[in-house]
């Protein structure tokens, strides 16, 4: 059984820095993708970023290049979320999710697995 399971987020104020993990357990995820996803209040939820658990491939999108990166750590079975120079509107709850394959997907439904989300509010 896949679980996914998130924690690093709290409140911060703006400008600060936050490392969100997600912890993965239930298989092998050599041949995944983990992806992190967000969801503001009354938005849909929208693509952060994705890493290959294989080679450490990742992609960010555009609204967090610069200020957000992803890693993994094999050894620990987590993926991470670095989040700098945070602003108000990077508030949102924060999802890892994951999916079998290489491709670097930002479409939500690509994904199978997710978690259950942290919540991340950003003060100005």
């Known amino acids: 059984q896949v679980q996914l399971v998130e924690s690093g987020g709290r409140l911060v104020q703006a400008g600060g820095s936050l490392r969100l993990s997600c912890a993965a357990s239930?298989?092998?995820?050599?041949?995944?993708?983990m992806g992190w996803f967000r969801q503001a209040p009354g938005k849909e939820r929208e693509f952060v970023g994705a890493v290959t658990w294989s080679d450490s491939r990742t992609y960010v999108a555009d609204s967090v290049k610069g200020r957000f990166a992803i890693s993994r750590d094999s050894a620990k079975n987590t993926v991470y979320l670095q989040m700098n120079s945070l602003k108000p509107e990077d508030t949102a709850i924060y999802y890892c999710?994951?999916?079998?394959?290489?491709?670097?997907?930002?479409?939500?439904?690509?994904?199978?697995?997710w978690g259950q989300g942290t919540q991340v509010t950003v003060s100005s």
């Open positions: 999710a994951a999916r079998f394959g290489t491709v670097l997907s930002v479409r939500e439904d690509a994904y199978t697995y």
């Open positions: 239930g298989r092998t995820f050599s041949g995944y993708v």
